[in-house]
């Protein structure tokens, strides 16, 4: 009998293994040789996102080398990250996977793999940047044309981690010294536009204490609730490009009329509301066209400079909370600066999504590829984990199997997602001959049907001729 169940056993335990490795899900543990032995957190909460900036020395108190450590967000707070990242003493990279901990369900948690292993009762400095969306509340919720944005955070006063740690502050950074409240928790000061918590001693694993401030903060609220992004090469020497963009205010709402002559009249009517935004494309951009359904919208500026074109953008009306906005925007870039070949392989590098305006937040990405009618092998690699979805065909002028469009899509993107994709694909260069072999048809058929029209009579009655006598 025990061996019967000695085998179900193991076999569920198999199983049970083989579900989480298809499902793509590690497990880990917490080491009880990792300490904390300070850390020095930054809080900037002076525009519409929350960027938290941390670093750590990780100590390792136990007698083996240590190869990775966990970082780990709080339940409150994991629905509203949108980037976390993590860096050595080097300034280099490190790769984070996400891993799960066997009691901690709620929260989530990254496997952070070290360039070089700490040795035993060795310390390594580094930084972990994360940063958040919709964690500004407007307070109250809807205000005048006059009256300026009051925002709450609401945080952790603590460094969220599964290790405890010895010495810990904290510093707040706001765009205003006006601040209506912020939670007292002894030591602290206030100086201009920060407030400074710590040090704090000896503080346990996944300690929590909330961290409130209501301040004023008239920062552009902007969120882009969907962006549909589309590239379409050619192997002719162009890429075009064309985003098509919806925006709203999602600040304070605007409560009460709205007075287009006190907003002209009164350049602080309107303290939280958007005028227009600088948005940034390639170097090489050119023949850019900003437009809507009422057509090209002339109130906007381009200026080129070394390294960018900037535009700025402004709306044919001011945005205020609640309000929204949609438009399109394109441009062309030449290829021989993003396509490169060997052969007939061939790599597209491209940004993801590029700049939109300052500490952007979009609700939805969504990226479309065109590749010229013929390309095969399509393989993508993205920096950061993506939706992709089923491929697609598009049909323009001289296609006759159509295109083959790559897409795929991604929520809650920040600044920090502005990355390289690259996507590698076969194309048999001989196809570059299709379109002008079919056009030097076309037109070969259109002069012969010509020809044959001019020459032949198609008349259903033969003319006739005065008779002679």
């Given amino acids: ?43 900037d909460i002076s525009s519409q996102l929350v960027k938290i900036t941390s670093k750590i020395t990780l100590e390792n108190a136990g007698q083996k080398p240590a190869k990775n ?22 300034n280099r990279d490190l790769r984070l996977v996400e891993t799960t901990v066997k009691g901690h ?23 972990a940047e994360s940063v958040y969306t919709k ?29 405890p740690v010895t010495s810990q502050k904290t510093s707040v950074a706001m765009i205003t010294k006006a601040v209506e409240s912020f939670t007292k928790v002894k030591p602290f000061s206030q100086q201009d ?23 004023k903060n008239n920062s552009p609220f902007l969120t882009v609730t969907r962006l549909e992004r589309l590239i379409e090469v050619s192997h002719w020497g162009n890429i075009a490009v064309e985003e098509k963009i919806e925006i709203e205010h999602t600040g304070a709402k605007l409560k009460g009329p709205f007075s287009r002559y006190d907003y002209q009249q009164d350049h602080h009517s ?53 309000w929204r906005s949609h438009y399109t925007l394109g441009y062309n870039v030449p290829s021989y600066e993003y396509l490169y070949h ?16 300052d500490d952007m937040q979009i609700d939805e990405l ?29 049909y323009t002028y001289l296609d006759t199997k159509g295109r083959p469009v790559i897409t795929f899509t991604k929520t809650n993107v920040v600044e920090n997602h502005i990355q390289d994709f690259q996507l590698r694909y076969t194309f048999p260069r001989i196809l570059m001959l299709q379109e002008p072999l079919l056009v030097v048809g076309f037109l070969y058929l259109l002069f012969l049907c010509v020809i044959i029209y001019v020459r032949l009579d198609f008349s259903i009655h033969k003319s006739e001729h005065p008779h002679k006598e």
Wanted: aromatic content about 10%; some cysteine; charged content about 20%.
């Fill in 1 to 43: 009998m025990i061996p019967a169940m000695a085998k179900i056993t193991f076999s569920l335990a198999f199983l049970l293994c083989v579900i989480i490795k298809c499902n793509g899900v590690s497990v880990d543990t917490i080491s009880d040789d990792i300490r904390l032995k300070n850390v020095d957190r930054h809080i």
């Fill in 69 to 90: 450590f966990l970082y780990a967000v709080e339940s409150t707070a994991k629905n509203n990250l949108a980037f976390v990242g993590v860096k050595d003493n080097n």
């Fill in 105 to 127: 369900d709620g929260v989530k948690f990254w496997r952070v793999e070290l360039k070089e292993p700490i040795n035993a009762a060795s310390s390594l400095v580094l930084t």
């Fill in 135 to 163: 964690s500004l509340l407007p307070y109250p919720t809807a205000i005048t044309q006059q009256e300026d944005q009051l925002v709450k955070y609401n945080g952790n006063l603590y460094f969220f981690t599964p290790y």
């Fill in 193 to 215: 536009g920060t407030i400074l918590y710590g040090p704090y001693s000896n503080t346990g694993p996944f300690t929590e204490k909330e961290l409130s401030v209501h301040y």
């Fill in 270 to 322: 309107g303290p939280a509301s958007v005028r227009s935004y600088k948005t940034l494309l390639p170097a090489s951009a050119a023949d850019v066209y900003y437009r809507d359904t009422n057509g090209n919208i002339s109130t906007s500026n381009m200026k080129v400079k070394k390294d960018s074109v900037e535009l700025d953008l402004r709306p044919r009306y001011p945005l205020f909370g609640g």
């Fill in 342 to 357: 060997s052969g007939n392989e061939y790599l597209l590098k491209m940004r993801v999504v590029d700049h939109i305006f």
């Fill in 366 to 394: 969504i990226t479309k590829i065109v590749l010229p009618e013929g390309s095969t092998n399509i393989k993508i690699n993205t920096p950061y984990s993506v939706t992709r979805l089923p491929d697609s065909l598009h």
